[in-house]
């Protein structure tokens, strides 16, 4: 299970946005997903993952009704992008979620930007997914998180010679790149690179040449649904009795589908951040749980990412006591800042806290939201006109500055000799000049520095390269 804290400040740091809704008592998470066709188990298993956390922890949170609305985009991604409009445009959809095809996440990436509503990955796995909008979290895993450690795993036991053989798309591009370049940093070698058809593949042809090729071992990805046709090819050509290991991600073993692949997974190794064998207590319950829910059927590593999915929209609500509103979110990281000066100027000062000292904060934090607004404002144009994140960031605090700066100095000047102030009626007016003075020197430098950073942190990229995906699945 994912440390759901994490994930939960990611989501509040997405949430940039909140579209018009025909009743604000209702979050709609708008789950799009292939339940039919080649990748039909995944969003199988996605939906029942969803269905059970909501099942397990009701239908309402912080005083919002979770609505699911589930979509199936058969795996096409011009579907995915116009189900992904409908359910913002018509349904006032605040979340998307789901995305077994690496192709359909990055379809949806431009309209969760353009709307600015978060896009929760809970399948597609090529790393770099999350770089192509802020408005991107994944509760699943990457290719490199599972093809490193079976590289390393491969090298200390006493594997020397394998042949790659993965689907030819993002995944399998990540898969082959970060297992053949672990391997041979630890003193294995990569005999063939091979690359196959995502859709509709003969593996025949390709298992003839790593035959020919006589490696120790082949490391295999394909997508979650095609590994029993690769195992069950992989014996009937002999492979497995020809000395040659079965290593791989996995995708290749998935849980779902382990029984329909029988006997001929018997001797193969993967490397997955799930098991649903995996001895835990908690992973125990849900297994069980997820079973009686859904007629025995067991689940997999894609039903845990939905299921952490809706854990995350969860713990997002009840942190901003069911706010789904993002620009509040965001804008709301900079009160603590502007509170710091003017709890400091009271205690300097040695003013007790009163009723105008309340009013002053309530002033305050108006103001210290307004130019948080401000600078997440700019930075989303920023991202629009093409920038990176970190050079829109940049580019936001250098014409941001003066904006910030004059709204606070006017707000300093003109309270300033109140706050300073010592006749008749100052016990009123000196605590209220205080707290915005206070929290207007100290602010500019808090939101110029720590909110970028805050925004950074959360949608931060990751050092992975940007190979684009053709078409293809998680």
Not at 23 to 49: C, F, H, Y
Not at 400 to 417: D, E, F, K, S, Y
């Amino acid at each position: 299970m994912v440390r759901f804290s994490v994930f939960c400040a990611a989501l509040t740091a997405l949430l940039l946005a909140e579209p018009a809704h025909a009743d604000d008592n209702i979050v709609t998470v708008g789950m799009i997903l292939p339940m039919t066709g080649q990748q039909a188990s995944t969003g199988k298993q996605e939906r029942a993952g969803a269905e059970l956390y909501m099942q397990q922890h009701g239908d309402t949170v912080a005083g919002k009704k979770i609505v699911l609305e589930v979509k199936d985009d058969t795996g096409a991604a011009d579907v995915t992008k116009r189900l992904a409009e409908e359910l913002i445009g018509n349904d006032h959809a605040k979340v998307l979620m789901g995305f077994g095809l690496t192709p359909l996440a990055l379809a949806t990436a431009p309209v969760a930007t353009e709307a600015k509503v978060p896009e929760i990955v809970s399948a597609a796995a090529t790393a770099m997914i999350t770089e192509k909008s802020p408005y991107i979290v994944r509760t699943s895993f990457t290719l490199p998180q599972a093809s490193a450690p079976m590289a390393e795993w491969a090298a200390k036991n006493g594997i020397k010679k394998v042949v790659t053989v993965v689907a030819d798309y993002g995944p399998g591009i990540d898969a082959e790149k970060w297992f053949s370049e672990t391997f041979e940093k630890n003193g294995g070698s990569v005999a063939e690179k091979i690359r196959v058809p995502l859709k509709n593949p003969d593996f025949a042809p390709f298992l003839q040449r790593v035959k020919d090729d006589a490696p120790d071992a082949v490391f295999v990805f394909v997508p979650s649904g095609q590994g029993a046709i690769f195992m069950k090819e992989f014996v009937e050509r002999g492979l497995d009795k020809s000395g040659i290991k079965l290593i791989g991600t996995g995708d290749v073993t998935d849980d779902d589908l382990l029984a329909d692949i029988g006997d001929a997974a018997l001797g193969a190794v993967t490397t997955h951040h799930y098991s649903a064998a995996h001895d835990s207590p908690e992973n125990k319950a849900f297994v069980a749980a997820f079973e009686k829910a859904n007629n025995g059927m067991r689940p997999n590593f894609m039903a845990v990412g939905a299921y952490d999915g809706m854990a995350l929209i969860y713990q997002a609500l009840e942190k901003t006591k069911g706010d789904a509103s993002g620009d509040a979110l965001l804008a709301a990281s900079v009160i603590p800042m502007a509170l710091l000066g003017g709890i400091f100027s009271l205690w300097i000062t040695r003013t007790p806290f009163s009723v105008s000292a309340a009013i002053g904060f309530v002033a305050l934090f108006g103001i210290a939201a307004m130019d948080g607004i401000l600078i997440l404002s700019y930075y989303h144009l920023s991202l629009e006109s093409g920038l990176s994140r970190v050079n829109a960031m940049l580019q936001t605090c250098r014409t941001q500055l003066r904006p910030v700066m004059m709204t606070c100095i006017v707000a300093c000047v003109g309270l300033l000799p109140a706050a300073f102030s010592s006749g008749i009626g100052s016990q009123v007016q000196r605590p209220l000049a205080l707290v915005v003075v206070g929290g207007m020197l100290l602010a500019p430098a808090l939101i110029l520095l720590v909110l970028p950073v805050l925004v950074l942190k959360f949608c931060r990229a990751q050092e992975l390269p940007e190979e684009l995906p053709r078409e293809g699945a998680t």
